[in-house]
């Protein structure tokens, strides 16, 4: 077998990762290619990171992240197998520690293995991996300081009666992939999908804010993530004493807004300078999105005390 056909070789540096209860080098956790959620889709995970404090790597809203992963996997009908939500966060911690990280991504997975291939997967076990690596800024940093240009994708959100959008769902990411590849093959940085009536959903891993007026707008769609960064960013922002108000949004609104910026474990919190070829605000970084992503990494860093509770640390 040539190099490049090699299925193991790593593009992605995970180092020991937790297989079924084991932690195990990462080329030994490997899977049969006759796995039902390869073949469709069925598969629910986490994206959470751990950041550095000056008392070594802390889980950012670890509970949370564990908590909807079974949220995701009830949604899905998963019954067998599943580990507890105590036994998700030890995995995690574990994985973290064996690995000496001081600060990473985590991605826990619960998938249906290979024991049959029918569209039914109730005879199927549920496996659980969870594997970290390094992860700087998801978008670049030039789409930060600069603020990320957006497009609004031809791909529409699925309605909730055709896909389940409130699960963090392998399936789902066919929606997301498709966007995202789309707009970054015609040269920017994330796509906005709208749903199918045309309101503003989300990007394809990550929930939107407008500002307008020194108001905040968390966009409120029925189909959108219910994302933990959103819910951080929202607290952190009423903490500052801002006005908060959740609305559905047109992508008009979006166009003359104060300020548009994205947020998700990925990427963080994300000034938008550009969606649709038209500047926004100032076409540049916005101050709103500039001082909420200080807040958000001074609360994931354990700089801000108030916020100590969202924190898990390793050791
Ligand atoms: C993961 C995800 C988000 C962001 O959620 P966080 O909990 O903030 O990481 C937003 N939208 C979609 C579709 C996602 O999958």
Not at 17 to 46: K, N
Not at 145 to 158: D, E, M, N, Q, Y
Not at 197 to 212: D, I, K, M, P, Y
Not at 251 to 263: C, G, I, K, N, S
Request: proline share 4%; aromatic share 8%.
């Amino acid at each position: 077998m040539s190099e490049s056909h090699d299925p193991t070789a790593p593009g992605i540096d995970a180092g020991r990762i937790w297989f079924d209860g084991r932690l195990v080098p990462q080329e030994q956790a490997q899977v049969s290619v006759l796995t039902h959620a390869m073949h469709y889709g069925t598969s629910v995970f986490e994206g959470i990171r751990a950041y550095a404090t000056d008392r070594g790597p802390a889980v950012f809203r670890l509970r949370d992240h564990s908590r909807r992963l079974l949220e995701s996997a009830r949604i899905l009908g998963m019954r067998n197998d599943l580990p507890s939500v105590e036994e998700i966060d030890d995995a995690i911690l574990a994985t973290i520690r064996a690995n000496d990280r001081a600060s990473c991504y985590v991605r826990p997975l619960l998938w249906y293995g290979a024991e049959s291939l029918g569209v039914n997967p109730g005879r199927n076990r549920v496996h659980f991996m969870v594997a970290t690596w390094s992860w700087g800024t998801y978008l670049g940093d030039e789409a930060v300081a600069k603020g990320a240009r957006l497009i609004t994708s031809s791909w529409r959100r699925s309605p909730a009666d055709v896909m389940p959008t409130k699960a963090k769902a392998g399936g789902n990411y066919v929606n997301s992939v498709l966007a995202n590849q789309e707009a970054r093959e015609l040269g920017y940085d994330e796509a906005l999908l709208l749903d199918a009536q045309g309101f503003v959903a989300e990007g394809s891993g990550e929930n939107l804010f407008l500002v307008r007026d020194g108001v905040l707008y968390p966009v409120a769609h029925s189909v959108n993530l219910r994302g933990i960064t959103r819910d951080s960013v929202i607290r952190l922002a009423e903490a500052d004493g801002v006005t908060v108000r959740e609305s559905m949004a047109t992508r008009d609104e979006l166009y003359t807004a104060d300020e548009v910026f994205m947020v998700g474990t990925a990427a963080e919190v994300t000034p938008i300078a550009e969606i649709d070829r038209r500047p926004i605000g100032a076409g540049a970084a916005g101050p709103f999105a500039m001082r909420m992503r200080e807040r958000y990494l001074a609360a994931a860093t354990g700089e801000d005390e108030r916020f100590a509770a969202w924190l898990t640390f390793v050791s």
